[in-house]
């Protein structure tokens, strides 16, 4: 699960000035694209070798046959079996509680290229009842703008969430969780890493199984911020709201693709009490595996492609994604699918 903040700093960057950073020289270019592709290329080789890792110890070991790997094989536990993935959008947020017992820890890395504006999120969620209805978690962010190129990145604003799982659960053909989100202003707004005053977030997310290997999922949110800052310290209230839909085909249980759309629609700050709208369209097609533990963990890496249409045509980047999700207490015994 994810805030809409992923998209603040589409928001502090209006059209115009999103196309003077097309224009900077060529070896500061070289050099914002090198750093985050290095990113690229050892968050990939970590996943990789995590995986290759975990396949080498499921291999048998020398000198037992096949016939006994196999027999080995079918007795597996079930934090052993092939699990698929669930709750991991990128930008579209699943409709799926956690499990009670089981916490998930969630990075995400966004750079967009032509803007220089990078966001980093981690989140934590953990259940709070066996139901599982109610979920708690927390999100802490970090920023730079590619409008001030000079200020490098820093912390940003952190967010308390609240979800209720009103319908459904992972094992339904149907859920739906909204959430409600306070925005604490932590991150330094003169300096494009924050929204600069306290708010409120609304999200209202559906997800749907259309078949046994296609899923959708639905969002429609809302911010609110009554006391919003711009880097020049004017102030004024703020008003957002923002639409997703994805799709996420089951190639396999433990590799899935993604398509998803996001629009967001913000007001941002120009002057004390005065502000102007801004919008950003974008689709997000990308790709998503896992690893399975004997001990449970699951962990889930992934990579998508942001590229942007309509008003923020020419925008593109990269998106990384990483999950650890682990039971923190004994869990009963569950089936393969």
Not at 93 to 109: D, K, L
Not at 146 to 157: A, I, S
Not at 280 to 285: A, C, G, I, T
Request: net charge positive.
């Amino acid at each position: 699960m994810f805030v809409i903040l992923r998209g603040t700093l589409d928001r502090n960057v209006d059209s115009a000035k999103a196309r003077s950073h097309c224009h900077l020289d060529i070896a500061r270019a070289r050099h914002d694209f090198a750093r985050p592709l290095f990113c690229a290329i050892v968050f990939l080789s970590l996943s990789l070798s995590v995986g290759f890792a975990q396949q080498c110890a499921k291999s048998p070991p020398e000198g037992q046959n096949s016939s006994t790997a196999s027999s080995a094989s079918s007795t597996a536990t079930p934090q052993e079996g092939e699990f698929g993935i669930q709750d991991n959008s990128f930008l579209v947020e699943e409709a799926y509680n956690q499990e009670f017992g089981v916490v998930q820890h969630i990075q995400s890395f966004q750079r967009l290229w032509n803007r220089g504006d990078w966001a980093y999120t981690f989140t934590q969620e953990w259940p709070v009842d066996p139901s599982p209805r109610n979920q708690l978690s927390y999100t802490l962010t970090a920023f730079h703008s590619g409008d001030q190129p000079g200020t490098g990145g820093g912390f940003g604003d952190v967010i308390m969430n609240y979800r209720y799982q009103a319908l459904g659960s992972g094992e339904s053909t149907l859920a739906f969780s909204p959430r409600l989100s306070v925005l604490f202003p932590t991150g330094d707004a003169s300096l494009g890493r924050g929204q600069g005053g306290a708010g409120l977030q609304t999200m209202l997310p559906m997800s749907l199984v259309l078949t046994k290997s296609l899923a959708t999922h639905w969002n429609a949110g809302a911010t609110f911020i009554p006391h919003a800052r711009n880097s020049a310290g004017d102030r004024a209230t703020t008003f957002g709201y923002n639409f997703g839909q994805s799709f996420a085909w089951l190639v396999r249980p433990r590799l899935n693709v993604l398509l998803e759309t996001v629009f967001y629609r913000n007001q941002r700050v120009t002057a004390n009490h005065r502000t102007v709208w801004s919008s950003d369209l974008f689709l997000n097609p990308g790709i998503r595996w896992a690893y399975n533990f004997h001990n449970g963990l699951q962990i889930v890496p992934g990579i998508a492609i942001p590229i942007g249409v309509g008003s923020s045509s020419g925008t593109k980047g990269v998106f990384l994604y990483l999950s650890f999700e682990h039971p923190y207490r004994k869990l009963p015994k569950r089936s393969s699918p």
